[in-house]
């Protein structure tokens, strides 16, 4: 019988000498993982009050969270996945909400912490760092039964993710011991982990990515688990090489970030086979098998749900799958209706985006939503006339492959039409001096939006040196309207903790940045030239004189 909960993964391993977890300083066996997860259920279990059993956890990827993801496991507790890259009032609110008994923290975490009223006292504060934290745990480490509470079902609450908040408020979203364990099972074979590889984990295991794509399927294989604290782009190879990785994951703008270092002759002189992920473009994928002998699966899922597309390896490039049921299709939002294909053209460049863009939604998938934590305006927002909204647009090829189109918020209207931000993202990716690149809609003083974006430059590179006027002109996939209007230039955009850009808060910004920002000057082709201060008065005048004031970023 396959393994109900996650649980029941850590207790198969009970006995299994294989290294489980690594890290730069020591290995630790599957067994001595169970072990060390069992004395810390223990000790939750001893601490445990009445109320939901929500475990906060804020820390870097060391030992201690995987620990504690297991401890949680047996324990029948939830871990919630603190983002350390939060502050003040947002970081308050977001463990505040989710209801957490315990803390388990260092001593950055507390200083983060510190003066925040989280709901949760002191003395409910574990600190891994701490002299007390390993006396403690000596008295529980191998004299403790290995086993899971008996209260643990494959409906126990595993995790409580918060989402990103990209787009905005993060969400609590719910994953339970038995949605993770099959998400596991499931992810092993889709993105072929088997016990004989060594999965390099460089992004945050507060987020799903790590969670559901590697953590979860190298548990379920009998993989090795590789940790480094964070993600670092000088540190990824000489980490891949130390570890032996095989395997990781990513999203598309730690990828930009790994191809921007400078390239060596032996930068292929690696065990890497593949890598899952989010947002990496095609071109990307390509310079990166060159480089590093090292294909990127690119796949379609979320911290809400996953398992909706199928992938196909030989399908076209760009194309995140087909269908996994038949309820899973691009549908208008507002109508209802499925959606046409998309009408292709030899550029891959879709014709006609009216029609054919709409959300992802599974007419079959309410049941399989398990929800936002005490967040029921947010559910009501995914579950509509009981099918499950993604909150994401794609397309369907006339094949039938669907391909990633933004996020519900990337619609971009242009003179009448909608365009869509991620397609200009792409190509602005293409860029060999561009790091990273968002794009998104800032209001046009007359009438709908024009597009602006956000690019990432090394140090050292001025804008001028991109030429993006003609890099632009060269894009035969680019539509006249797909032009950005206004470029934010800058050497660190604003990004969260899983290395996503914070695309809100820098269309809140629009050009009122302090980064600077270069304006298409005049007509015809794009002339790009620096906005002043005065510019940015003037165009304020613009939008008071028109009476679109209120439409101001």
């Excluded at 936002?372 to 909150?391: K, P, Q, S, V």
């Excluded at 909608?418 to 602005?428: C, D, F, G, P």
């Excluded at 470029?487 to 850009?501: C, E, F, Q, Y």
């Excluded at 940045?513 to 005048?541: C, E, F």
Aim: with cysteine; aromatic share 8%; charged share 25%.
């Amino acid at each position: 019988m396959p393994h109900q909960t996650i649980a029941d993964l850590l207790l198969a391993r009970t006995g299994d000498d294989h290294p489980g977890l690594l890290t730069r300083e020591r290995a630790w066996s599957w067994d001595e993982v169970v072990t060390q997860s069992a004395a810390r259920a223990a000790w939750a279990g001893e601490l445990r009050t009445e109320g939901p059993f929500h475990i906060g956890v804020l820390l870097d990827n060391v030992p201690e969270y995987v620990f504690w993801l297991g401890a949680a496991a047996l324990a029948g507790a939830a871990v919630v996945g603190i983002n350390p890259t939060r502050r003040g009032a947002e970081l308050e609110r977001e463990v505040r909400h989710t209801d957490c008994q315990l803390i388990v923290t260092d001593r950055a975490g507390l200083d983060l912490l510190d003066g925040l009223d989280i709901g949760v006292k002191r003395d409910r504060f574990l600190v891994v760092d701490d002299p007390d934290h390993a006396s403690h745990l000596a008295d529980h480490v191998g004299r403790v039964p290995v086993r899971a509470a008996p209260d643990v079902t494959a409906a126990t609450r595993m995790l409580l993710l918060l989402t990103s908040g990209t787009t905005g408020t993060s969400k609590a979203a719910i994953c339970s011991q038995g949605r993770l364990a099959a998400l596991g099972a499931a992810n092993s074979a889709k993105y072929d982990i088997t016990r004989d590889d060594t999965c390099y984990c460089p992004m945050p295991l507060f987020h799903g990515n790590a969670l559901m794509a590697l953590w979860a399927p190298a548990l379920a294989a009998g993989a090795t688990v590789a940790l480094t604290r964070k993600f670092s782009a000088s540190g990824f190879l000489p980490d891949v090489r130390h570890f032996g990785a095989t395997y990781f994951t990513y999203v598309g703008k730690a990828i930009g970030y790994v191809l921007a270092r400078p390239e060596t002759p032996d930068d292929a002189d690696n065990r890497l086979t593949h890598a899952f992920g989010t947002e990496a473009s095609p071109e990307d994928a390509d310079r990166f098998l060159d480089r590093f002998g090292c294909r990127l699966v690119e796949g379609y899922g979320s911290s809400e749900g996953a398992g909706m597309l199928r992938r196909v390896p030989d399908g076209p490039v760009g194309a995140l799958g087909v269908p996994a049921r038949d309820g899973v299709r691009i549908v208008h939002p507002t109508t209802r209706r499925t959606c046409p294909p998309a009408v292709l053209d030899t550029y891959g460049r879709v014709r006609n985006p009216e029609e054919a863009i709409g959300e992802i939604v599974d007419t079959e998938g309410a049941a399989r939503f398990e929800g936002y934590y005490n967040n029921e305006a947010a559910n009501a927002e995914r579950l509509r006339h009981g099918w499950y909204w993604t909150g994401d647009l794609g397309y369907v090829d006339e094949a039938g492959y669907f391909y990633f189109a933004g996020r519900s918020g990337d619609w971009i209207r242009v003179d009448g039409e909608n365009i869509s931000a991620l397609l200009t993202e792409r190509v602005l990716r293409r860029h060999p001096g561009v790091v990273a690149a968002g794009v998104f809609g800032v209001p046009d003083p007359r009438s709908g939006d024009q597009v602006m974006a956000a690019v990432e430059i090394p140090d050292g590179t001025r804008f001028e040196d991109l030429d993006l006027p003609g890099f632009l002109a060269r894009q035969e996939d680019l539509g006249t309207k797909g032009v950005p209007r206004f470029v934010r230039v800058s050497h660190a955009l604003p990004t969260t903790g899983s290395n996503k850009l914070r695309k809100k808060e820098m269309q809140l910004d629009g050009w009122r940045t302090d980064d600077p920002v270069h304006r298409w000057a005049g007509r015809g082709g794009p002339v790009y030239v620096p906005m002043t201060d005065d510019d940015k008065a003037a165009l304020r005048a613009e939008f008071l004189a028109n009476g679109r004031g209120r439409f101001l970023p």
